[in-house]
């Protein structure tokens, strides 16, 4: 089985959010690198939904044509662009740089963040980074639960990181927001501003989280996820019963 190399291993919201679910979880998909079927027919119409408009959107803000959209025949992707088109509107000043990737690498730690959209530009002498976020789920998401997102967290700590230095931005004089939006709903998008002391939690939060995962044995904490878990067939410690289910082993980068 081919493993991973901790030491060399690129963190990312997703990854860190695995281990905070069940350290045996991230074991299975980062290390182990195990794959499963693909069997749940409506969850991945859902993810190639959310795709495609994410693609749409990317378009947008590169400015070129979004192309024919005449494959939206429910009219559900015309009506969420035109929203999103209201609510970011592109002025010459502003930078936009859709579906942006940022890495950082302090002192062997390494962690990638891959935005939908970040928009910088300066606003009453401040220099300003905005991360915008499309959500195309149907749930609908709070204020609270997206400022507890570990999503949130990384999103927001590697623009301040990485964002700033790549684009000489000072640190001292930065306004950071991020912005979800669920297009499915005309309301104003969920908006979090980031302070100093968000930012000092966030670090603590990320880093303290990779360090137990460097020292983990991968023992699951609890087992409330279990039954949502997609290795929950093949898991020894699954805390359900009675499931069936085929799987195989992902070699990959
Ligand atoms: S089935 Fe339960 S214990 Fe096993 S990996 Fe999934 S969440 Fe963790």
């Not at 992707?77 to 929203?83: A, G, L, N």
């Not at 963040?113 to 606003?123: G, S």
């Not at 930065?174 to 297009?183: E, G, K, S």
């Not at 979090?192 to 670090?203: A, G, M, V």
Request: include cysteine.
């Amino acid at each position: 089985m081919k493993q991973v190399d901790l030491k060399r291993f690129v963190f990312s919201q997703n990854s860190l959010n695995t281990f905070r679910i069940c350290p045996k979880k991230f074991r299975y998909k980062y290390i182990d690198r195990i794959g499963w079927e693909k069997d749940d027919k409506e969850y991945y119409d859902s993810m190639e939904m959310g795709r495609d408009f994410h693609l749409i959107c990317e378009r947008y803000f590169r400015n070129i044509p979004i192309g024919n959209l005449d494959f939206d025949k429910s009219g559900k992707f015309s009506k969420w662009i035109e929203r999103i088109k209201n609510i970011v509107s592109i002025e010459d000043e502003k930078k936009y740089l859709p579906e942006y990737g940022v890495f950082i690498n302090i002192e062997g730690v390494r962690i990638n963040a891959k935005y939908d959209l970040v928009v910088i530009y300066t606003e009453d002498g401040k220099e300003c980074i905005d991360i915008w976020d499309w959500k195309t789920e149907n749930r609908k998401i709070t204020y609270k639960d997206a400022s507890m997102r570990m999503q949130t967290t990384v999103y927001m700590y590697m623009a301040y990181e990485a964002v700033t230095q790549i684009h000489g931005i000072d640190k001292n004089n930065v306004r950071i927001r991020m912005m979800y939006y669920q297009p499915d709903y005309s309301d104003q998008p969920v908006r979090i501003e980031y302070t100093d002391e968000k930012i000092s939690e966030d670090r603590k939060r990320i880093y303290g989280i990779i360090e137990n995962i460097e020292t983990s044995d991968f023992i699951p904490i609890n087992k409330n996820g279990c039954k949502w878990c997609e290795f929950s067939r093949i898991c020894d410690e699954c805390g359900v019963e009675d499931l069936d289910f085929d799987y195989y082993q992902e070699d990959g980068e």
